[in-house]
C-alpha cells in the first residue's frame, strides 16, 4: 500500500545531509512552507544551499534559516523584499553567497532539471551582466543565452489538499513555485492543510499528481 | 506653457493604447496605475507573474486573502474569467510572447530600444532582478511610462544607458511627462508633445536626438 504520509514535520526532514541544495517554495509570503522550513531550522542541516523566489523576510522561516548561518548559498531572482534584513546583513558581511537569476530563467531551469533536460537558451538576460561569462548562440537572429538545468535534493512546497498517493491541490496563487519545484527535487517533501481520502480529489483537478511526492505532512488550518 | 503631464496623466494617456481583448501586464509601482484608467468597454485580461489572469481590483478592506497577491505582494481580487497556474506557465506567458502589452517603468532608455529599470550601480544593496527581464524580452510589446528627466533633471532618454541593462532593444513606446515617443529602426520619433512646448525645448530634455512624426500632435493631459 502507498501512504507518502509521515506522523511528524521532523520525521518529513529528518534525513537531510549537510550541504544539501534546498528548493523552497512560495512568492513573497504566499505559499511558502513555514512549518517544514522551521522542521529543518530544528533539524540543524547546515551548509544549505537554498533556491527560493525571495530571501525571506522578518524572523521567520527562509530569514530564519539565513539569520541561524545554515545557508551558505542563495539562489533567487528577489532577494530585496521589504523586510530581507537578514539576507541583506549577512550578504554586507560577505558570510553569503549569491546566485541572482531572473525569476522566469529560475523556473524553467528547475523545469528542465524536472523533465530530464540537459539545460536551454533564452533571450531572457541577452546582452546585460547576468549573462556575462555564459554561453551565447544566435538563433533566428537574436542572442540566447544558454542556462543550465536547476535540480535541487529536497523540495519544501505548501499544498492544500493531499490523498495518500500524495495527488495535490493548491490554495489560490500560492500555488506559485510548488508544481515545479515538485517536480524537479529528487525528494519532494509536502505540508498540506488537510489530508483527504483516496479517490476525493476529482483527478481533473489534482494540480500536482502523486509521481513528484515523496512525503506529505499534514499541518492544519493556517 | 502648460505643465509637464502628472503621473495619473501618463497612466491615463496610455490607457488610451491598451486595446481592447489585450492580455496585458502591468509593472510594479506606477504602471499598476494604468488599469485604472482603461474604459469600460474595453475587456482587458491581466496577468500577474506569480500565476494569475483575471486579475482583478484590490479587495475591499477584511475580504483580503493572504494567499491571492499580485507580482508587489500587494492583495488583489478574481474576476470572472480568471485562472490560477504555476510559476513556470506564467513566465512561459511572459517568455514566449503571449503576453500583448507590458508596461513597465524606467530608470534609463536608450535610442535602440534598451531598457534599464532593474539596478542601479549602487553596490550596497544586494542585487534583484524579479521577472523584469523575462517581460521585457518576452511581450509583444513593450510599453515605458516615465518622467521625461530625473529629479535633477537629467535625460533618462539616452544614446546609452548608463545603468545596468533589463533588455536589449526591447522598447516600442516611451510615454512620458512631456511626450509620446517610439523607438523605431530609425531611433526615436516624437509623435505627441506637451502644448507649449517646443521641439527644441524637448530635444533639450533628450538625451538622444529626435526625430518628428509628420503629424506630430498634442499630448493632452486627459
Redo the contacts between chains.
Keep these: 500500500m502507498i501512504d507518502k504520509f509521515v506522523g511528524s514535520l521532523a520525521q518529513a526532514v529528518a534525513d537531510v545531509p549537510d550541504g544539501a541544495t534546498i528548493m523552497i517554495g512560495g512568492f513573497g509570503n504566499a505559499g511558502i512552507p513555514v512549518e517544514l522550513t522551521h522542521a529543518l531550522l530544528d533539524q540543524g542541516a547546515r551548509g544549505l544551499t537554498v533556491i527560493t523566489n525571495n530571501a525571506g523576510s522578518g524572523e521567520t522561516d527562509v530569514a530564519a534559516l539565513i539569520r541561524e548561518g545554515r545557508v551558505a548559498k542563495i539562489i533567487c531572482s528577489y532577494p530585496r523584499s521589504a523586510g530581507s534584513v537578514w539576507f541583506e546583513r549577512l550578504y554586507q558581511a560577505g558570510r553569503i553567497e549569491l546566485e541572482l537569476v531572473p525569476q522566469g530563467t529560475m523556473s524553467e531551469r528547475m523545469r528542465a532539471a524536472a523533465a530530464g533536460l540537459g539545460g536551454f537558451f533564452t533571450p531572457t538576460s541577452a546582452g546585460t551582466i547576468l549573462a556575462e561569462g555564459k554561453e551565447t548562440r544566435m538563433i533566428d537572429g537574436r542572442e540566447h543565452v544558454f542556462e543550465p538545468p536547476l535540480p535541487a535534493d529536497y523540495a519544501l512546497v505548501k499544498a492544500d489538499l493531499a490523498d495518500r498517493w500524495g495527488n495535490l491541490t493548491y490554495h489560490s496563487a500560492a500555488r506559485n513555485f510548488g508544481p515545479t519545484m515538485a517536480m524537479a527535487a529528487r525528494v519532494t517533501v509536502v505540508q498540506v492543510r488537510r489530508r483527504v481520502d483516496l479517490g476525493a480529489l476529482d483527478p481533473e483537478c489534482v494540480i500536482t499528481p502523486g509521481i513528484f511526492v515523496d512525503r506529505v505532512v499534514a499541518v492544519g488550518e493556517a | 506653457m502648460s505643465e509637464p503631464l502628472q503621473r495619473h496623466q501618463i497612466a491615463r494617456r496610455i490607457a488610451e493604447d491598451i486595446t481592447d481583448g489585450a492580455y496585458v501586464n502591468l509593472g510594479i509601482g506606477m504602471p499598476t496605475m494604468v488599469a485604472n484608467y482603461v474604459p469600460e468597454d474595453r475587456e482587458v485580461v491581466y496577468h500577474?507573474?506569480?500565476?494569475?489572469l483575471g486579475m482583478g481590483p484590490a479587495p475591499a478592506p477584511g475580504e483580503e486573502?493572504?494567499?491571492?497577491?499580485n507580482a508587489g505582494?500587494q492583495p488583489v481580487t478574481l474576476l470572472p474569467g480568471a485562472s490560477?497556474?504555476?510559476?513556470?506557465d506564467a513566465?512561459i506567458m511572459?517568455?514566449g510572447g503571449h503576453i500583448d502589452i507590458t508596461v513597465l517603468g524606467a530608470f534609463q532608455v536608450s535610442e535602440r530600444g534598451?531598457l534599464a529599470n532593474w539596478a542601479t550601480n549602487d553596490g550596497?544593496?544586494?542585487?534583484?532582478?524579479?521577472?523584469?527581464?523575462?517581460l521585457a524580452?518576452?511581450a509583444r510589446q513593450v510599453f515605458v511610462m516615465t518622467e521625461h528627466v530625473t529629479r535633477r533633471g537629467e535625460p533618462k532618454i539616452l544614446q546609452q544607458c548608463t545603468y545596468?541593462?533589463?533588455?536589449?532593444g526591447v522598447v516600442n513606446r516611451i510615454y512620458t511627462s512631456l511626450a509620446v515617443i517610439d523607438v523605431t529602426a530609425d531611433g526615436l520619433l516624437a509623435r505627441e508633445i506637451i502644448d507649449g512646448l517646443s521641439r527644441e525645448e524637448l530635444q533639450a530634455k533628450t538625451g538622444a536626438r529626435l526625430r518628428w512624426a509628420p503629424d506630430l500632435q498634442v499630448l493632452r493631459a486627459g
Design positions: 500577474s507573474e506569480n500565476g494569475i486573502d493572504p494567499d491571492l497577491i505582494k490560477i497556474f504555476h510559476h513556470t513566465f511572459m517568455r534598451d550596497k544593496l544586494p542585487p534583484a532582478v524579479g521577472g523584469a527581464m523575462d524580452v518576452g545596468p541593462l533589463t533588455g536589449h
